[in-house]
């Protein structure tokens, strides 16, 4: 045979080989295959050909492992029976041998050669609670090492010794008959196979007190009857001691010498490497968020808008929706955003076990088997972690659980971001929404907290880091494209979208207004909108024009126009010929702030000059409202430095000098509400 490692279809590898035994994942996949040939040269069958699958759509196929990890013999099958609680398995050298004991309707499995049980396989047989029957081979002790034990009794006692700490019942059946149990069911039968196991319980040869047993479950088996449950009461050997290791200490200054890789953000100042959690209300669109994100990351691209990303492979476990969910969420998101490219370090797990029965092990070897994997998304953590009603202190279980999931973040240098639901009530602190205990977020690096109204587009998104100060930022869901934006920092934006409510109030409703019409209208708090008119009216966006009224400040009108490209007016045909960079006299009508009506055009309408002259807005005012009044008193008058003129300060005249006086006392406005 030609051992040249090329990739071959499994078409000509039959052609090449005599046998062929097929090894799959735990998720029922093709790994790699074992095969053995004839050799050319000797005429002998060799064993220990490997094959690895590259393309199982093509069925191509590469001499060696090429990466892919040495696993049980007809896994799948082995994890599904201990699923369904089996009341017993074997364990046996070879391929061949664990064939013969399956067509016997027997549960088989081999790591194949000798040497080649690991033990990282006893992981799977953690939580089985039936029998392992290990059949090793009958070697013949090698005349090149005198002394040593044969192979196959090496190969039991591995087993026996890695096993014997998980699973209540193990025993070695050593067959009397022919090399193994292949040879052994030749000349004898499964009725002889059942005498030399009840043999082997009598024995002792397990780790149980088998005089806690009775006679009928001891031959319960030989007998073909199924067995008995575990008697109540069964004591197990005492466990071992546990090893541990000496402690490690460094100097003070040791540690503050050592060299750190400064922490990396996966999404711009939101998401840090590490363990995180994004909590939040049932159904307000955690699922749509954390996809949009994963799906930049794994691609490099902006995400929320404008934040940059750390391209690296991400993993999304999908346990709280159905796959065709997920599957209809990412073609929307694909069409509505134009996204043609599918990123290849994109992938997703549907199936996980629970964190406590299985589900850190799987993990682990999912991060072993996929190190370009550095982002994993678990949806949702309830799901996930142990479920509610154990025993033990609800605090210290969520801390063990959490622990958990933090370690293989420390230890495998990958980020896990968990989805997490709130609690029904509401706290004022959004930490103490998290549904369960508050190990929880005491042991998380990163909290995100998403919250919106129920079919309201915008909400904000609250983040409180391990080291440094948190930020609250308003963010909304864009329905065009099927994504979160951020706003901004969520107090200046919540200030300016409700300056904007109030100016369009006083757009509609065409006439001066209080704050108690306005915190009405808007339905807002009257001592948050009175404290807000006042900060306008100080920022001359609005004018008071009588003692609880306000209206919209010609000055907001004015830097409105003058802030546009060449401060363009409609009404002035002249002006759409006016080049960008040149700066021309423009012509605005101002209502007085003593009009209501903004399309009456009487008297009191003023003109404005020039944009790069202007100093005020001719307009009635009084001078007590002005910051240049000294007066100490209401009869006394006052001199304008600017026009020299000696005004009564509460008499209205018409002024182009006005300029709004700031923390001066102002004898008709309402006291400033500090």
Not at 223 to 248: S, T, Y
Not at 466 to 474: C, F, N, P, T, Y
Not at 549 to 557: A, D, E, G, L, V
Request: charged letters at 30%; proline letters at 4%.
């Amino acid at each position: 045979m030609d051992i040249v490692q090329t990739v071959k279809p499994l078409q000509q590898i039959e052609q090449e080989t005599t046998v062929r035994y097929f090894y799959n994942t735990e998720y029922d996949e093709l790994n790699y295959m074992k095969c053995r040939y004839i050799d050319k040269k000797t005429g002998n069958e060799v064993k220990g050909c490997y094959y690895s699958c590259i393309d199982s759509v093509k069925n191509l196929w590469k001499m060696g492992l090429n990466g892919h990890s040495h696993t049980l013999y007809k896994l799948p099958e082995l994890l599904q029976a201990i699923k369904e609680g089996v009341k017993r398995i074997f364990i046996v050298e070879g391929e061949k041998d664990t064939d013969t004991l399956r067509a016997q309707g027997e549960i088989a499995t081999t790591s194949g050669a000798w040497n080649s049980w690991k033990e990282e396989f006893k992981e799977y047989f953690r939580g089985y609670t039936g029998e392992v029957i290990i059949l090793p081979d009958q070697d013949e002790p090698d005349p090149k090492r005198p002394g040593e034990a044969p192979n196959g009794q090496k190969y039991g006692e591995a087993v026996f010794n890695s096993l014997a700490d998980i699973v209540p019942l193990v025993y070695i059946v050593n067959v009397t008959q022919g090399k193994d149990i292949t040879d052994f069911l030749q000349v004898k039968t499964m009725a002889n196979l059942e005498t030399l196991i009840t043999v082997a319980r009598l024995s002792r040869t397990n780790q149980m007190e088998m005089e806690q047993f009775s006679d009928d479950f001891c031959m319960s088996a030989a007998e073909g009857k199924p067995l008995p449950p575990r008697p109540e009461g069964a004591r197990e050997k005492e466990p071992e001691q546990k090893k541990w290791e000496p402690l490690e200490d460094i100097s003070f200054k040791d540690f503050l010498e050592k060299k750190y890789e400064p922490i990396k953000f996966l999404v711009e100042g939101i998401l840090p490497e590490g363990l995180s959690i994004l909590s939040g209300s049932p159904k307000i669109g955690k699922t749509f968020f954390a996809l949009n994100m994963a799906l930049s990351i794994a691609t490099g691209e902006k995400t929320l808008g404008h934040l940059s990303t750390e391209k690296v492979g991400v993993a999304y476990i999908a346990m709280d929706e159905k796959d065709q969910y997920i599957q209809e969420k990412l073609n929307c998101i694909r069409e509505f955003q134009q996204r043609n490219v599918i990123p290849d370090n994109f992938r997703f797990i549907f199936e996980i076990n629970r964190l406590s029965e299985g589900g850190h092990e799987q993990l682990l070897d999912y991060i072993d088997r996929h190190p370009e994997i550095k982002l994993i998304v678990i949806d949702t953590l309830g799901r996930f972690r142990k479920p509610a009603g154990g025993k033990g202190n609800a605090y210290e279980v969520d801390v063990e659980s959490i622990g958990q999931i933090q370690d293989i973040c420390k230890k495998k240098n990958v980020s896990i971001l968990l989805l997490h639901h709130n609690k029904k009530g509401k706290s004022e602190d959004y930490v103490e929404n998290l549904s369960g205990s508050m190990g929880i977020s005491g042991t998380v690096d990163t909290i995100l907290g998403l919250e919106r109204a129920r079919f309201e587009d915008e909400g904000t998104l609250k983040v409180t880091p391990r080291i440094g100060e948190g930020k609250d930022l308003s963010v909304k869901f864009n329905k065009d494209l099927l994504c979160w934006e951020i706003l901004g920092d969520a107090e200046i934006y919540s200030q300016s979208k409700e300056r904007r409510e109030i100016i369009d109030i006083l757009k509609k409703e065409n006439s001066p207004m209080s704050n108690k019409d306005l915190s009405g209208l808007l339905n807002k708090n009257y001592n948050a909108i009175k404290y807000l008119t006042w900060k306008m009216a100080k920022e001359n966006i609005l004018i008071k024009t009588d003692k609880n009224s306000f209206m919209i400040s010609p000055y907001y009108y004015l830097n409105k126009n003058t802030n546009s490209t060449n401060s363009v007016n409609s009404t002035n045909s002249t002006n759409s010929t006016n080049s960008v960079n040149t700066v021309r006299a423009v012509s605005t009508t101002i209502l007085s702030p003593n009009r209501k009506n903004l399309n009456d055009t009487n008297e009191n309408n003023v003109t404005v000059s020039t944009v790069s002259t202007v100093k005020g807005i001719e307009q009635k005012i009084k001078c007590s409202n002005c910051d240049k009044f000294t007066a100490k008193n209401r009869t006394a008058f006052y001199t304008c430095e600017i026009t020299g003129k000696s005004i009564y300060p509460m008499a209205e005249h018409t002024c182009i000098n006005f300029s709004p006086m700031e923390l001066s006392e102002d004898f008709d406005r309402e006291e400033v509400p500090f």
